[in-house]
């Protein structure tokens, strides 16, 4: 564990007792794939009793917030981040923008990149999840990307309009080692993409995976930093050289 791993356990610790000893609901701002798995291995004798929840705004969401909680006030957790839609002013005379165009205009605002979880951007419409307290702030100073003029406001995070687009890959594995589902995902051999797993690119359902063996479940997320993201679903039968066919869908 480095330096900003270390830093990063304390200061769950440290949250985790503030809701223990105050019995309040306490949460972390957005926190990426690294320290989620920071999260996930810390000790179970090192944190209080009590409950935690990752919250990202929608299932498949990468950022996620820890919310902190004693066990008596589920019920009573809130969402600590908003939801902000940016759509163009003018659809016509709008420009194609990206992920990193919205990114790159909202960070130039001086905005903490904690501060900001997923932004997903469909044709007409893109939604920025952010923490509440900067949201105003945000809606008041974010009037242009790039050469499109733009009109933001504030979404229900229940009511997010989100279906991910994805690849259905269907294809036949040795096993369902994560390496040879890598391998069939991104079309590439096994070889090529080993250094992905062990240089620690490589995460399942948010905690960090380092062994090439590992093996996958239906229903698992994988994302891997610099390829993108996929789901393993299912495997469909055995074929007759008994090899392992399988469907994965691969966002878009």
Known sequence: MNKDEQLMEKRLIELANIAYNRNIPVYTDFLNLNEQNVYYNISKNLMPPIGAKPMGGYNLAERKIIA????????????????????????????????????????????????????????????????????????????????????????????????????????????????????????????KLTSYITEGKVFVNGKLITSNAYNLKDGDIISVRGLGKFKYMEEITKTKKNKLLIIINRYK
């Not at 995902?185 to 096994?190: E, F, G, K, T, V």
């Open 68 to 191: 902190f909680y004693p066990y008596e006030m589920e019920e009573y957790l809130e969402y600590p981040y908003t939801v902000i839609s940016i759509r163009p002013l003018n659809s016509r005379f709008a420009e194609e923008l990206t992920h990193r165009d919205f990114l790159g205009a909202i960070m130039n605002l001086g905005i903490e990149r904690s501060k900001i979880g997923d932004i997903i951007v469909k044709k007409d419409i893109c939604y920025v999840l952010c923490i509440k307290s900067i949201a105003t702030y945000i809606m008041d100073n974010l009037a242009r990307i790039r050469n499109t003029s733009i009109i933001t406001s504030l979404d229900d995070v229940e009511e997010i309009d989100y279906e991910p687009v994805f690849e259905e890959i269907k294809g036949t594995v040795a096993a369902l080692r994560l390496d040879c589902i890598l391998a069939l995902a991104y079309n590439s051999s096994r070889s």
